[in-house]
């Protein structure tokens, strides 16, 4: 028998455990996760109006559920208080980290610490019910919001704010967030990017999907597309580039229709400086850009402020070191070799790594799947060496001997009926349980 601990239930985790028992009749999996709750950015991280996405949790649902298979939430791997990763590397044949991305980066300029600034993910966090998240008072005294960056999550933010009650009520959103953002009073929201239009990293579906926004119209300044040279010639673009940027001319040359709330896609302006209004955000100072001939941009000197009292950055999410495991800090990934971990260019024998603690913070939901294939194929052709030390026939007593208490299958499934019941008694479906407690209480009804 091979036994594995995967750790981290989102996508990467997921279908890394799904590639063992498929190939390995005889592999038995643990999937550990430090949050009670199994599908990582699945849960936390797709936007609540996405359910299409969020419906993948269906189909993850099904691995978790297999009979090899055993979801052990709540235990945190390394840090104060966690399983030393020495230890689960003491208790299965091997491990494989599945951890994400875990932070997000900075821009690194004056005033991006004041209040009214916050990253994006924080954002999601919240919206997200994520039980870390801190409810910053986003909204606190903003009309105007400016989104730092032009991948799919500014987009996504950036439609959140657009999102009006009625958009929002059916969705899993927890209360306090569906409240604030109910009231919001945003009409104004700036997405800018550093670079031109074809250069952006949303994809198509996501940017078009701004354009169906009720009350909310795009506002695109067609003089500012000019600035690159792929908009008189789109010829050297990808197809996915040149979809974004029709989608984007379409806008340019759509007349104004006076909606209560406007996103505006700003292009070729680098964030320079947070402005400060009353001790707040009150305004982002941006460098004019122009395209350098290869691929970058240059500044240009000349700057223009756009007032906000919210500036959310989404310039990408960061890797943290996982415990007891080698990190490259440059590319915030642990070095890897087709997903076996390497230790000063050589080997780890039983230690693996899928997702985006392997590869970084690039892709969509769907490229863990390969990701996670080329893990498994590693692991399973080293298994044969693998399975002859000795370990535990079964990790799970040993773990609570040593204190640790897992929120088990049936505890998450508590969980669930927990939100469905809270959703039914605000008259909304399922609303999600925002705080460790209430997440903890809710499993803890399953072992009662
Ligand atoms: P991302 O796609 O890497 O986009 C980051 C953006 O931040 C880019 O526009 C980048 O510009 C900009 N940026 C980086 N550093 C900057 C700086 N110092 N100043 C100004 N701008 C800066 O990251 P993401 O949006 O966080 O998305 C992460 C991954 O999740 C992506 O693969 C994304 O597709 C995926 N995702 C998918 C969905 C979906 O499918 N619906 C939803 C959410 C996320 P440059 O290009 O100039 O560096």
Redesign the pocket.
């Known amino acids: 028998m091979l036994r594995v601990a995967v750790v981290g239930s989102g996508p990467s985790g997921c279908y890394t455990a799904q590639g063992l028992i498929q190939q390995d009749s005889s592999a038995y999996v643990d999937v550990l996760d430090r949050l009670p709750c199994p599908y990582g950015l699945v849960r936390y991280?797709?936007?609540p109006d996405?359910e299409k996405?969020k419906s993948l949790q269906n189909s993850l649902r099904t691995v978790l559920e297999h009979e090899r298979v055993r979801f052990l939430g709540g235990i945190q791997v390394g840090g104060p208080g966690g399983l030393p990763a020495g230890r689960l590397r003491e208790l299965y044949h091997a491990v494989v980290y599945c951890v994400g991305a875990a932070t997000?980066?900075h821009?690194?300029i004056p005033g991006e610490a004041l209040p009214g600034s916050w990253s994006?993910?924080e954002f999601v966090s919240w919206y997200s019910a994520h039980p870390d998240a801190v409810d910053g008072d986003f909204l606190r005294g903003a009309k105007s919001a400016v989104v730092?960056?032009?991948?799919?999550?500014?987009?996504?933010v950036a439609r959140m704010l657009a999102r009006g009650a009625a958009e929002l009520s059916p969705t899993d959103m927890p209360e306090a967030a569906l409240a604030a953002l109910a009231d919001s009073q945003v009409t104004e929201i700036h997405m800018?990017?550093?670079?031109g239009p074809s250069?952006?990293?949303?994809?198509t579906?996501?940017l078009r999907e701004l354009g169906t926004l009720p009350g909310t119209e795009v506002v695109v300044d067609p003089d500012e597309l000019a600035l690159d040279p792929a908009y008189a010639d789109p010829s050297a673009l990808t197809g996915a580039q040149r979809r974004n940027v029709e989608v984007l001319r379409g806008w340019a040359s759509t007349p104004r229709q006076g909606s209560a709330r406007q996103i505006r896609l700003r292009f070729f302006l680098?964030?320079v400086e947070v402005l400060a209004d009353g001790g707040r955000v009150g305004a982002v100072r941006f460098e004019r850009t122009l395209p350098d001939g290869r691929g970058g941009?240059t500044g240009t000197g000349r700057c223009e402020d756009i007032e906000a009292q919210l500036m959310l950055?989404?310039?990408?999410?960061r890797g943290v070191p996982p415990a007891g495991l080698p990190f490259d800090a440059g590319t915030g990934t642990v070095p890897h070799q087709e997903g076996r971990v390497l230790r000063d260019g050589a080997i780890v024998p039983g230690e693996y790594v899928a997702g985006w603690i392997k590869r970084g913070?690039?892709?969509?939901?769907g490229?863990n799947r390969p990701c996670a294939k080329e893990t498994v194929t590693s692991l399973l052709a080293d298994a044969p060496v693998l399975v002859r030390r000795q370990v535990p026939k079964d990790a799970l007593p040993l773990l609570r001997a040593e204190g640790f208490d897992p929120i088990e299958w049936a505890g998450w499934q508590a969980i669930e009926r927990a939100e469905a019941q809270l959703g039914a008694s605000l008259g909304r479906s399922v609303v999600k349980l925002p705080d460790w407690g209430s997440l903890r209480a809710a499993a803890r009804e399953a072992a009662s």
């Open positions: 991280g797709v936007a996405h996405i997000d980066r821009l690194g994006a993910t730092v960056g032009v991948g799919n999550v500014a987009v996504d800018v990017g550093r670079r250069q952006a990293r949303f994809t579906k996501e680098r964030p941009v950055r989404s310039v990408g999410y913070p690039t892709g969509v939901i490229t």
